[in-house]
């Protein structure tokens, strides 16, 4: 009779389990370097310090939405309204910069206005009770409209240059949009494994009524993310309106589609509970790298797309499988 | 292969003076109205025939989007005559036409690459914006080819996009008695679209006994132009005309009037001549289209390239031709071969 | 019946999974007819051994022979053709289909063009078998109206179609009353005379010394042995299922006189009414009744989860109005849901992080959160509940059951909660962990805690409790104290009084002693 040996024995052998966490993220970057292996030995341009940049200033947009969208999916939900919200913030920093209030100011407009965004969605979403994939739809829909009706359709042009050429500038050769990105991919990681919120979003998502009577503030904890979620929608849109010198109505378009992409890659699970911070950024450096690859090599957007698609099944197979039955 | 070493360099010059170019003293260019401006069948005549290119020249070409004829065409006029002058010419696109900022990635990808001249054809007024910037900076010659303008873009080749909804006008005016009119718009905010409307309904506004009833975006999707003219029809059964800011369009709506039975009462207009609205005015479907000859367009942007490259000062603007097709003069315009199709057009 | 021709043998049967050996060199034989036990703790191989027989999974090395053939089946469907049906303890019937359709699943009675199904063969002949099991059971009834015990027979008829030699049965009990147990173990009687051999696995030792001739026990993955139970002792199996024996000293009182916490009228509009105890501090109140009679509702409005709409709640001799759970830990009250992985555990998330979900205040300085000293606190608290494997890093969803439940314990001692209500807190944990669950209640109760305990199963009521509410439809019908407290006391306070008052319960009332 000799029990205690042998749990001890299982015990050992699967202490090692936790460590899978970052395992997947190990993987991701292994999908990445995989891709950026091919494309060097492909073209020459391709692995140059300026056309790296490049990739990082490209996927810098799609990151800094796919972050929010991360933090968004993790709770278990879904923010399909970014690519509008980002648009109604845009106009909205847009018109209070043209109307000659002070940079900051309107700056805070913009951002203020995403969060605005976020906050209906996630209000609905708590205290309505209403499934989040239906609610950020209406919100698509409803941010869209509100933009183009504000504008009349038309861009709104006469973007302050200082603000442009701020957005536009580098430090060290690195563009300020990837810096930027940079900082709040820091912070979000902080957030996410370092704080009681980011307890509390991965608890939420990972079994919501448990996190409830666990005493998880869960209507608080949803909200937020929106909140967040339309915040770095707004600081995205406020990035490429600085490259672009103008705030269209029509920005962001299909711009939710690419941030659950890059996230999916990254690992985070749509069933909620799962993601990662730098998965998210991984994958969305591995769409801007397949795009930057592929223009380089001068093969056309249709088959652009095909590589794209082929890549996020991948990444779920291989997830499938690393992940296995536990 | 421009060699690696010359990519690196532009390129780090376009990094490091991003900040910088930003400031241009080019008035927004309106590409119908501006003054300094000349039309394509001047070009040999005031500047010579085209100055043969350096060896090795590169040219790229961005387009919206290649599920639309209409830029496929452009394409296949770019490549004519790169071929003819032995240019390198790549042509690229986005996935689809509201993709702005994967056009803008393909655009700043194929700066990095060391092309000599972009011929580009932005999604909306200002989605390759930086693009341009960054080939400013480094004095590459950048040519906005047609529909959607950049205002500080230096170079413009295109048709007068009002003159588009003009000649429409015009033909209801000629022929017919006055009426219940319609505008199918594309994409709303696009330079083109706004111009092809605002010709239209000012132009037929000032003529006697028509009405425009309705003028709806339909974001240049069939479907939703569909969709459109049939309810427009339904609240308008008398209606006498519809406008379409584009060719796919003005089939969706030959569609819904079909679907109403209406023919014989409501002619059809689209923009573009595409084949399909070749074919549809060949059937009696469309009653007609704006041909702005894609191809020749594309030739033209290729030639004023080429020209760029070498030094020559050309006016901002250079206009491209476009005529009114129906089912009277159809066959006459459809001809093959571009050079034809050019000494048409010249003799007129 | 029972003879010495082997219906079923099982010989030499390993399987592992990456990582754990799940079984291992497990043999036993099954005669035709014979009630056939199947026991030992959770994680000892039952489950993966039922897999096994039902070809859900392949074993690794041995074979399995019926009637003296070997079978090699690759799917529960082929297993089912060699004559072995498993009968999962989540019945496996799908709703809104009725009792016929559910047992013709997959293997309908056609027309006679052979393309449409021929509903009224179909109903007639489910009749015919539900004749001898249950002649109540109406074939052409939704099968989600019928109660779980009934849905149980469906099962059986559709294994009996099948001309099942064995029948495998996984807790068949665990959601039945005691009565709808006799019919089940009638039942099983009237199958093994007819030369049906059962394969029977529960946790529940005087049903299988009531329902079973023979038992094999496995450990860890391993056979320990095949016993005879006419001639062995629970006790006797208990330890070999264990490997050590099992303490059941009766409970010490650590009850004070202070009342910390009181509900008064306590309701939810709905099924609760009018519920008036107190809780002493120190104290271990047990709460008994039937399935259905409001215990876990009740539990679940005290501690803020379902919205209380009539009646109040004193912690303290302070009024409360909770509308959240995280309000009710606030006042100092914590539960242990019944349901762990529902509303218990998020699984993916480590010892630590589970821990630490109500009280991040305690774990945080600057508004992150010290992981070291969680680390540390977690460890050294989960080293007194003898966590095993010891590890506070790892997902809860890989311990067992009984594991998780003292990281869920563990949760509200790290809270500092007073008052600690658990929910059936053995419910699916082996009985090594449980006797650990039952002394840490004591230790609980000891420190000046105060505890209440909702169980199903008197003996654990009679252990832990000072006091013994017990509920009935919706009310508490009394609360027992001392000497009072006895299985025939209870087992009178919790059966309904009048048949024709309409209830929601499934359950009828309690065989007496």
New interface residues.
């Given amino acids: 009779?000799?029990?205690t040996s042998?749990?001890?024995q299982?015990?050992?052998?699967?202490?090692f389990?936790?460590a899978a966490i970052n395992l997947r993220d190990a993987g991701t970057l292994l999908g990445l370097a995989l891709i950026f292996i091919v494309f060097a030995v492909l073209n020459?341009?391709f692995l140059?310090?300026?056309?790296l940049?490049?990739i990082l200033?490209?996927s810098s947009?799609?990151a800094c939405i796919a972050l929010g969208m991360t933090f968004v999916i993790i709770s278990g939900g879904i923010d399909l309204s970014v690519g509008p919200a980002a648009a109604i913030s845009a106009v909205a920093g847009a018109a209070l910069m043209t109307a000659g209030v002070p940079l900051p100011v309107a700056l805070l407009g913009a951002v203020g206005t995403g969060m605005l965004c976020g906050l209906f969605n996630g209000c609905l979403i708590a205290f309505a009770g209403l499934q989040p994939f239906i609610v950020t739809l209406g919100g698509l829909s409803l941010y869209r409209a509100l933009a183009?009706i504000f504008?009349?359709?038309?861009?709104i042009?006469g973007i302050p240059?200082e603000f442009?050429?701020f957005i536009?500038?580098?430090v060290l050769?690195v563009?300020v949009p990837v810096l930027i990105v940079g900082l709040i991919a820091v912070i979000l990681w902080?957030v996410l494994n370092?704080?009681?919120f980011?307890?509390?979003i991965?608890?939420v998502g990972?079994?919501q009524?448990?996190?409830?009577?666990?005493?998880?503030?869960v209507a608080r904890t949803k909200i937020t993310v929106y909140v967040m979620s339309g915040g770095l929608a707004a600081i995205a849109a406020l990035i490429?309106m600085g490259?672009?010198?103008?705030a269209?109505?029509?920005?962001g378009?299909?711009?939710e589609l690419d941030a659950i992409a890059a996230a999916a890659i990254g690992g985070a699970s749509l069933m909620g509970?799962?993601g990662s911070v730098i998965g998210t950024l991984l994958g969305a450096v591995i769409l801007?790298a397949l795009?930057?690859g592929l223009?380089?090599m001068?093969v056309?957007?249709?088959y652009?797309?095909l590589a794209t698609g082929i890549i996020i099944i991948v990444a779920m197979l291989i997830d499938r499988a690393t992940r296995?039955?536990? | 292969m421009t060699t690696t070493l010359k990519t690196i360099l532009l390129a780090g010059t376009f990094m490091g003076s991003a900040g910088l170019a930003l400031a241009q003293d080019l008035p927004p260019l309106n590409s119908d109205e501006e003054e300094d401006r000349i039309d394509w069948s001047q070009l040999e005549a005031e500047f010579g025939p085209i100055p043969a290119p350096d060896d090795g020249t590169a040219v790229g070409g961005v387009s919206k989007t290649l599920t639309n004829e209409y830029w496929r065409s452009l394409g296949e006029g770019y490549q004519n005559v790169a071929e003819e002058f032995g240019v390198e010419f790549a042509y690229q696109a986005a996935p689809s036409e509201g993709d702005q900022l994967a056009q803008l990635s393909i655009a700043e990808n194929m700066m990095l690459q060391g092309y000599d001249a972009l011929l580009f054809s932005p999604q909306t007024d200002n989605n390759l914006q930086p693009a341009l910037e960054a080939a400013q900076s480094q004095s590459m010659p950048v040519v906005n080819v047609n529909d959607a303008v950049i205002p500080s873009v230096e170079h413009y080749v295109g048709n007068v996009q009002r003159d588009n909804g003009v000649r429409v006008a015009q033909w209801f005016i000629d022929n017919t008695e006055g009426g219940k009119v319609a505008v199918i718009e594309g994409q709303p905010g696009v330079f083109a679209a706004g111009q092809r409307t605002d010709g239209f309904t000012t132009t037929i506004n000032e003529a006697s006994g028509f009405e425009v009833v309705a003028s709806v975006p339909a974001n240049w999707s069939r479907e939703e132009a569909y969709n459109s003219a049939s309810t427009i029809l339904q609240q308008h059964p008398d209606l006498i005309g519809f406008y379409a800011n584009n060719d796919g369009m003005a089939l969706g709506v030959v569609e819904a009037v079909r679907a109403a039975d209406l023919q014989e009462q409501v002619a059809v207009f689209g923009t573009d001549g595409i084949s399909d609205a070749y074919n549809s005015i060949r059937a009696g479907d469309l009653t007609g289209t704006v041909d702005s000859f894609p191809v020749l367009t594309g030739e033209v942007a290729m030639e004023v390239a080429l020209r760029l490259l070498d030094g020559q000062d050309l006016p901002r603007v250079v206009a491209t031709p476009q005529a009114l097709i129906t089912s009277e003069n159809i066959e006459q315009y459809s001809v093959e071969d571009t050079d034809k199709l050019r000494e048409m057009l010249l003799a007129e | 019946m029972a003879s010495d021709i082997i219906r079923l043998a099982v010989d030499g049967i390993h399987k592992g999974f990456p990582g754990v050996k799940a079984l291992e060199d497990v043999s036993f034989e099954v005669r035709p007819g014979e009630v056939h036990g199947l026991l030992g703790e959770n994680g000892a191989g039952k489950s993966t051994m039922l897999n096994v027989l039902s070809a859900v999974l392949k074993p690794d090395a041995g074979e399995i022979r019926i009637d003296g053939a070997t079978i090699r089946p690759s799917s529960p469907k082929e297993a089912r053709a060699a004559g072995i049906a498993m009968i999962h303890q989540e019945l496996q019937h799908i709703p809104g289909l009725s009792v016929a359709q559910n047992i013709f699943l997959g293997r309908p009675l056609k027309t006679a063009g052979g393309l449409l199904v021929n509903r009224r063969a179909q109903e007639r002949r489910a009749r015919e078998l539900l004749a001898e099991l249950d002649p109540d059971i109406d074939p052409g009834r939704p099968i989600h109206e019928l109660k779980v015990a009934q849905q149980q027979i469906v099962e059986i008829a559709r294994a009996l179609l099948d001309d099942a030699k064995i029948i495998a049965m996984d807790e068949p009990t665990s959601s039945l009353t005691p009565s709808e147990f006799d019919s089940l173990a009638a039942l099983i009687s009237k199958l093994s005379g007819q030369g049906v051999s059962i394969i029977y696995v529960s946790h529940k030792m005087d049903e299988v010394f009531q329902v079973c001739q023979r038992a094999t026990i496995l450990r860890d993955g391993r056979f320990v042995a095949t016993v005879d139970l006419a001639e062995t002792s629970e006790d006797e199996v208990i330890a070999s299922m264990v490997g050590r024996e099992i303490s059941a000293e009766r409970h010490v009182s650590h009850a004070g006189t202070d009342v910390v916490l009181r509900a008064e009228g306590v309701g939810d509009g709905r099924m609760i009414r009018g519920a008036n105890f107190d809780l002493h501090k120190g104290e271990v109140l047990g709460v008994a009744g039937l399935v259905g009679a409001g215990r876990t509702e009740l539990m679940r409005l005290i501690a803020g989860i379902d919205r209380m709409t009539e009646g109040r709640v004193e912690v303290n001799g302070v009024e409360r109005r909770f509308r959240t759970p995280r309000e009710a830990i606030s006042a100092g009250i914590g539960l242990v849901p019944e349901e762990r992985k529902k509303d218990g555990i998020v699984r993916d998330r480590s010892v630590a992080s589970n821990i630490a979900l109500p009280c991040m205040k305690r774990f945080s300085r600057a508004g992150l959160i010290r992981r070291a000293h969680l680390r540390r606190e977690a460890t050294s608290l989960m080293k007194q509940m003898n966590l095993r494997p010891p590890n506070v890093d790892r997902p809860i969803g890989q311990f067992s059951g009984g594991n998780q439940q003292k990281v869920i314990i563990g949760r509200w001692l790290a809270a500092d909660v007073d008052i600690l209500l658990f929910d059936e807190p053995t419910r699916g944990i082996d009985i090594g962990a449980k006797s650990e669950i039952y002394d840490l209640i004591e230790r609980l109760a000891a420190t000046g805690k105060s505890i209440i305990v909702v169980s199903s199963e008197l003996p654990e009521i009679l252990r832990l409790s000072d006091r013994v509410v017990v509920m009935r439809e919706g009310e508490i019908a009394g609360i027992l104290s001392g000497d009072e407290i006895d299985e025939g006391r209870i087992a009178a306070l919790a059966i309904p009084q009048s048949k024709s008052r309409s209830s929601k319960q499934t359950a009828e009332p309690v065989s007496q002693p």
Avoid: C, H
Avoid at chain 1, 10 to 15: E, K, N, Q
């Fill in positions: 009779m000799n029990t042998d749990t001890k299982t015990g050992g052998r699967r202490s389990l936790p020459p341009v140059t310090i300026p056309n940049l490049n200033q490209q947009i799609n183009l504008t009349d359709g038309n861009p042009f240059p442009r050429s536009n500038g580098d050769g563009p902080v370092r704080s009681p980011g307890e509390y991965l608890a990972g079994n009524e448990a996190a409830r009577i666990a005493g998880v503030p490429l490259r672009l010198g103008a269209d109505p029509t920005m378009n299909l711009w509970g799962k801007g795009r930057n223009t380089l001068n056309q957007a249709f652009q797309l296995g039955r536990a």
